[in-house]
């Protein structure tokens, strides 16, 4: 059975809001939904987890909701916080510059806006700083968790493995501050393949979704939800389920969620013509700043998925086109900067692509594949020398966004394959070896380099070492296939 307070919604009542109210993304209701749940349905059984705090709103809110509530326990009763307090994107400073007047640079740490919105209630927060991906978390039961802090894949898994064992059946509720959020479909799909275990209690209050965990989740369905293995056919029939679940009038943010997922398959045209149904069917809602805006957002996703699409297809001049109208409409970002420049490239424009390839670079938040098109295009210039630098600068780039290591360690291993220079080759592995030993594409390379000068025992040993640094199975496959290591080769490592 679940509280009345779900059935009474307090927190769409017109109310003032809290005194010192800090500023942060978080809307009015949803506020207001953070605040009555500390302090209506919180009973000490558990405790409250704020999972993405951001500059305090949230936390806030908890906290005074929790000192409003007859049970709470000064003793007992906290706010665990968990956060980087870093500024991870363009968007954030230009939030903190409009709402405080401050100048913060990617990378840079907000946690001092933190503790100073947060000071009145301090005492009851406990701080968690760092990557959530890393950071532990004390193991106990969670009464109240909200999610803001799932902004990838990796961080919702890291979300269901650290929490979802803490919650407690009929009692613990889960609040998505981005369930009615176009970017993040990874949500709705956990969260859907779970349905037989939560009942949504707050369908849509701004952007947050509020579920009760009604029974225990079993041991090999939570496994499942952590690894998310599913196809992207089982992922669009979870949230054809989601949106079933969901009142008419709640679904047209999961909408632009599953077509933000249908763009791993479908073409731009189908997009297009989905975006423009999807608008017709919430026609209602052209009212809302946030719907309209959301919109827009996609539209420029599906733009920018026709620009890749033209680009792989050749149409280079289509591609140029539509990055051209994008950076128009958005502004010059890393992403769209890389388009433009693969555009240009291929119609043979090397001299602009280069120094746009170069611009985008400079962006503190930064598309890692450009050090990619920048290292083919300086050898197709005969320019080696910098390729290899412009690779081993990607490799080592913690802060670029959309690469992996693989993607720079796999083209600089052709660069040497074509061209093998050992006095550079072995600086580069040194380097390499000195700053991101635990990479097992680093030994990968390595096993490449080996097995260029016929050491092929020496390459067995260490792809061995890959695979004991976490290379993946079927990618050390695909490695032993390409090098040609035998069978017997890998006898001889093992036996080392």
């Not at 363009?90 to 806006?113: D, M, N, V």
């Not at 000068?453 to 990618?475: H, N, T, Y």
Request: some cysteine; aromatic content about 8%; glycine content about 6%.
């Amino acid at each position: 059975m679940t509280h009345p307070v779900f059935a009474a919604r307090p927190w769409f009542t017109e109310s003032s809001p809290l005194p010192d109210e800090p500023v942060g993304m978080l809307r009015r209701h949803e506020a207001r939904l953070f605040h009555d749940l500390a302090k209506d349905v919180y009973t000490g059984r558990g405790t409250i987890v704020d999972a993405g705090s951001f500059l305090g709103k949230s936390a806030y809110y908890f906290a005074n909701g929790l000192r409003a509530n007859p049970a709470f326990d000064r003793t007992r009763d906290r706010v665990h916080c968990f956060d980087n307090f870093v500024v991870n994107e363009e968007g954030t400073t230009e939030f903190i510059r409009k709402a405080l007047g401050q100048t913060l640079g990617i990378g840079e740490s907000t946690r001092e806006i933190f503790e100073r919105q947060v000071a009145p209630v301090r005492d009851l927060l406990q701080v968690h700083a760092g990557d959530f991906h890393v950071v532990p978390w004390p193991s106990q039961p969670i009464e109240i968790l909200m999610v803001d802090i799932a902004k990838s894949e990796s961080l919702g898994k890291r979300v269901v493995e650290v929490f979802f064992p803490d919650l407690v059946p009929g009692l613990s509720i889960v609040v998505h501050q981005d369930y009615h959020h176009p970017w993040l479909p990874h949500i709705h799909v956990v969260m859907e393949y779970l349905a037989d275990y939560f009942q949504i209690v707050a369908p849509r209050v701004d952007s947050s979704a509020g579920f009760l965990l009604t029974k225990a989740i079993p041991t090999q369905v939570l496994r499942r939800a952590i690894a998310h293995d599913f196809s992207l056919a089982e992922q669009l029939a979870l949230m054809d389920r989601a949106l079933e679940r969901l009142p008419a009038d709640d679904r047209h943010f999961v909408e632009l969620a599953r077509l933000k997922l249908q763009g791993k398959r479908n073409d731009s045209r189908a997009l297009r013509d989905e975006l423009d149904r999807i608008e017709s069917r919430h026609a209602e809602a052209k009212e809302d700043h946030s719907w309209r805006s959301g919109l827009e957002e996609m539209r420029i996703f599906v733009d920018e998925a026709e620009g890749w699409q033209q680009k792989e297809l050749g149409n280079f001049a289509r591609a140029l086109e539509l990055a051209d109208s994008l950076i128009a409409r958005r502004g010059k970002n890393s992403q769209l900067l890389v388009l433009r420049a693969t555009a240009l490239n291929g119609l043979a424009r090397h001299a602009e692509a280069e120094s746009i390839l170069r611009e985008a670079l400079q962006f503190s938040h930064r598309n890692g594949y450009a050090y990619v098109v920048l290292a083919g295009l300086l050898v197709h210039l005969g320019r080696i020398d910098e390729a290899e630098g412009e690779l081993v600068r990607g490799a080592l780039d913690r802060s670029a966004f959309g690469t992996r290591p693989v993607n720079f360690l796999e083209m600089l291993a052709n660069v040497w394959e074509k061209r093998p220079r050992a006095e550079q080759v072995a600086a580069v592995m040194d380097r390499l070896f000195r700053e991101i030993p635990a990479e097992p594409e680093v030994w990968v390379l390595d096993a490449k380099v080996k097995r260029f000068v016929g050491m092929r025992r020496e390459a067995a040993l260490s792809l061995r070492k890959a695979r004991d640094l976490g290379l993946p199975a079927e990618r050390l496959a695909k490695v032993l296939q390409v090098t040609g290591i035998t069978l017997e080769e890998r006898s001889a490592a093992a036996e080392a």
